[in-house]
């Protein structure tokens, strides 16, 4: 399909749609677009909680790529939702999200796929490459985390030295929280109150420090996290903190040790200099790890990206279509 090479594909509709049931009570939502022969693709969206979105699907070919969708456990269209106190968030950690990742290629009988996403996103996809190498085909990732925990105290105190006034009031959100490390662990608890009004300010603190993060650059609509629906936004809080108050469940720097793993897959990395969400070092150290990782960095972008981000990802994901 021609288009301008910093345009994204026109906006498609899923040609298939479900629930799987995963266990645990729990029910995900997936959708394919595109062509059904052509190459598969998976979109593994960020937060973590933040549901997909049909935004994504316009970085693939249509006509070249058969693209996968799904809403993480307890977000989106996926059941039950985080918003619901009783929903147990026992059962959600990255082992069982990449457990749901195999189901679903399974499911939808694809043998190998490529990979694409960012933020949680990149960690997810990481986390899934080195347990399944074999399945995955190349991988695309604009803002490289893993999710370590220097990562995580880095934006939930660290960047707290370039917005001060925001992150006293981040803070001072959870006054008990024991030491400045432990935000996210009380965020978590207060996410877990059987009170109302305790969860609704909870989210409200966390998702105006997600956006103070994020205020020095551009982007069109609502703020990113406070903008969102506020179901929508209980979701992503409680998978938010319950992820991060754990390390995700992943050994200290894991992900870049195992990086050999991936010997052999093709990787495009696409990182902007200023994201002061998830800094640079991360994706240069994660590239010199990866043999077949090629890191672009971004001048002038952050953690949203934005043209020179949407064309080189566009430019990846139209050369891999080929392979």
Known sequence: ?????????????????????????????????GNPDGKPALVVHGGPGSGCGAHARQYFDPDRYRVVLFDQRGCGRSTPHASDPAADMRHNTTAHLIADMERLRVRLGIEKWLLYGGSWGSTLILAYAEDHPERVSEIVIPAVTTTRRSEIDWLYRGVGQIFPEA?????????????????????????????????????????????????????????????????????????????????????????????GRLAGIPGVLVHGRFDLGGPLITA??????????????IDGAGHLGGPATTRTVLEALDRFAAR
């Open 1 to 33: 399909m021609d288009r301008e090479p910093d345009e994204k594909y026109p906006p498609i509709e899923p040609y298939d749609q479900g629930m799987l049931d995963v266990g645990d009570g729990n029910l995900v939502y997936w959708e394919v677009c």
């Open 167 to 259: 992150w006293d009031l981040f803070r001072a959100g959870v006054p008990e929280a024991a030491g400045d490390g432990g935000l996210p662990a009380a965020y978590a608890r207060r996410m877990e109150s059987p009170d109302a009004a305790v969860r609704a300010k909870a989210t409200a603190d966390w998702c105006a420090w997600e956006d103070a993060v994020l205020s020095q650059e551009t982007y069109h609509g609502p703020p990113p996290y406070s903008g969102r629906p506020g179901r929508a936004q209980q979701a992503l809080v409680r998978i938010c903190s319950h992820y991060f108050s754990h390390g995700a469940w992943l050994e200290e720097g894991q992900l870049i040790r195992n990086a």
């Open 284 to 297: 240069w150290e994660l590239a010199k790890a990866w043999p077949d990782a090629e890191l672009t960095v």
